[in-house]
Structures are given as structure tokens and as C-alpha cells.
């Protein structure tokens, strides 16, 4: 079964420091998301990407975020100086363009 | 969804009797609705749609209902399993949009 494969699993980095978040989709998906979780919190979403360029971004996908997909399978996201709120549990999601999202198993990043 | 913060609503029922997992929505423009499955340590799982032309979609020993009027949603799996212990997360969506999740609801099926 086709899945979303996400890396690094666990990622533990320093305040201040740039942490890139690395995506595979699955083949024939376009759309692609990035989510986050904080610990026992809702699932929340920062933004959508298709056709090379986000579609769609919230409040919390602010200056320090950016998302690319620089090679034509991998999408990236990228947070340029972390900060210990950005401690959360980021998800990538995919999409054929049937509104289903289909989840990776999360990368936790944990900002000391 | 609804926003339930830290806390999570508990759902605690015997292994083999029927759930029903209930999620309010806030966006009446909503047309399509999802119920994810998170399992401990893994991103949601889908477990079934519904787009607001329809109010009954039924799957394996799951149904979802959507009330457009109260802008309710609710998630039913019959015999349930141990291994249906996870958080359930509604989803809706406008228009093709980003997904917007509810709080979740935790169920804990006692064998």
C-alpha cells in the first residue's frame, strides 16, 4: 500500500538552530500539507503546497517557515531559527485531489 | 472542528459494543468531512469521508452521520475491537481547503 514517508523520525536540535523536515509523497499525489501537533493538542495545519508554490498558509506558518520541493519528489519543510514552542510532532500529508489526506508517521522535533 | 485543548473527552466502552464518537464543526461552508484514527506515536489514519450531499456513509463497522443543521458529526463503529483504542480526530474542509481538525476524542476499549 502506497504510504507518506517522512524523515527524520526524531530530531532533537538547539534554540536558534535551522531543522529541514523531509517528506516523501506518495507517487501520483500533487497536494501536499504540512500539519503539527503539539503534545495531547489537536492536529493543526500550516500549509498546503501544489503546482510549486503554497495555496494556502496559517498564522502559524509565519517568517521563520518555508516548504519546497527542490527535486521534484522530496517536500521540505524548513524553520529557519527554531524557538522551544516549535517543539511538536510535524506531519506530512499528501493528496490525489480527492480531498483525502493521506498522513505520514510524523517527524518529532524536540527544541531544547 | 472544535478546539478541546489539553483534555481529552474519554470514551470508555466493553469490547463488542457499539461506539459513537461525536465531533461539532464550526464552518457552515464546510462540504467534506473525514474521521481519522490516531494511534499512539502515528500520524491519523483515514477511516471514512463524507461530503455534505449525503448524511449517512457507511463503511466496515463504521458509519459516519452528518447533521448540517447542527453542524454535527458523528462516528459509530459497531463491535468494537481492543484494537479500535486510538484518538478519533474529525476533519472538515471547504471547498477543496485545508483540513481543519477537531479536538479529538479518546477511546479505550476494556476487553
Known amino acids: 500500500e502506497p504510504e507518506v514517508t517522512q524523515t527524520p523520525s526524531h530530531q532533537v536540535t538547539q534554540m536558534g538552530q535551522e531543522v529541514i523536515l523531509r517528506c516523501v509523497p506518495i507517487?501520483?499525489?500533487?497536494?501536499f500539507y504540512w500539519y503539527r501537533q503539539i503534545l495531547g493538542q489537536k492536529v493543526e495545519f500550516l500549509v498546503s503546497f501544489y503546482n510549486n508554490e503554497i495555496s494556502e498558509k496559517s498564522e502559524i506558518f509565519d517568517d521563520q517557515f518555508s516548504v519546497e520541493r527542490p527535486d521534484g519528489s522530496n517536500f521540505t519543510l524548513k524553520i529557519r531559527s527554531t524557538k522551544l514552542e516549535d517543539s511538536a510532532m510535524y506531519f506530512c500529508?499528501?493528496?490525489?485531489?480527492?480531498?483525502?489526506?493521506?498522513f505520514g508517521e510524523g517527524s518529532r522535533l524536540t527544541v531544547l | 472542528g472544535e478546539s478541546v485543548g489539553l483534555h481529552l473527552p474519554t470514551l470508555s466502552v466493553q469490547e463488542g459494543d457499539n461506539s459513537i464518537i461525536n465531533c461539532a464543526y464550526s464552518?457552515?461552508?464546510?462540504?467534506?468531512f473525514i474521521w481519522y484514527k490516531q494511534e499512539s506515536g502515528k500520524g491519523p489514519q483515514f477511516i471514512i469521508d463524507?461530503?455534505?450531499?449525503?448524511d449517512k456513509r457507511q463503511g466496515q463497522r463504521v458509519t459516519v452521520l452528518l447533521n448540517k443543521t447542527v453542524k454535527h458529526l458523528s462516528l459509530q463503529i459497531a463491535a468494537t475491537q481492543p484494537g479500535d483504542s486510538a484518538v478519533y480526530f474529525c476533519?472538515?474542509?471547504?471547498?477543496?481547503?485545508?483540513?481543519?481538525f477537531g479536538g479529538g476524542t479518546r477511546l479505550m476499549v476494556k476487553p
Open positions: 463524507i461530503r455534505s450531499n449525503m
Open positions: 500529508a499528501t493528496s490525489g485531489g480527492t480531498g483525502e489526506l493521506f
Open positions: 464552518n457552515s461552508a464546510s462540504d467534506y
Open positions: 476533519a472538515d474542509s471547504n471547498a477543496g481547503n485545508m483540513l481543519t
Open positions: 507517487s501520483n499525489h500533487l497536494y
